[in-house]
């Protein structure tokens, strides 16, 4: 069963992923018609950094907080590294289009285009991307919040730590 359900959630958190890029395309394509300005992209790239994050973070944290009931009755084997494993399953894709725009950088073999498609593909990172266009051999930085995110938030939800709930209430001060 962890097999499948490693599996199960590298494809969830890949369309995770895509969907954080449509997100992020139609927020870019919306929010440049108002500026262009480098403090204005800056903003942007935190939103759709903090709308991918949370795209991955939400999927494998309700994974993690499944998972001890799984355990407990049985149904699979305790392995906190999941969440990094379905991460790095949902990086393929990822991995696989950075090396052929590495790869036509080197050789100037339609880079153009292939870049084009690697930003589409990696929208949230857009402006990171346009400051790093000359050096496409660091584009390797984008694949590496993808399993990152994927690992801490399922450890997270494995152990029933809610980030946003500590974000957003103020524990009550008993006296």
Not at 19 to 35: H, K, N, Q, Y
Not at 88 to 110: G, K, M, Q, R
Not at 160 to 167: C, E, G, V
């Amino acid at each position: 069963m962890l097999k499948q359900t490693i599996m199960k959630l590298g494809l969830s958190l890949l369309l995770a992923a895509f969907l954080s890029d449509i997100v992020a395309f139609i927020l870019m394509t919306s929010m440049t018609m108002l500026s262009t300005a480098p403090w204005a992209m800056v903003i942007f790239l935190i939103i759709n950094l903090l709308i991918y994050t949370w795209f991955i973070y939400s999927r494998v944290w309700q994974e993690g907080s499944r998972d001890p009931n799984r355990i407990k009755f049985g149904h699979m084997n305790k392995f906190l590294g999941k969440g990094l494993v379905a991460g790095l399953l949902a990086d393929i894709p990822f991995v696989l289009f950075y090396l052929i725009t590495a790869l036509s950088s080197l050789f100037n073999w339609h880079y153009t285009a292939i870049h084009v498609v690697y930003v589409l593909l990696n929208m949230q990172f857009n402006y990171l991307i346009t400051l790093l266009s000359h050096m496409p051999g660091l584009f390797f930085i984008f694949l590496i919040p993808l399993p990152l995110i994927a690992g801490v938030g399922y450890i997270l939800g494995f152990n029933h730590i809610s980030l946003y709930s500590k974000l957003v209430y103020k524990p009550n001060k008993t006296k």
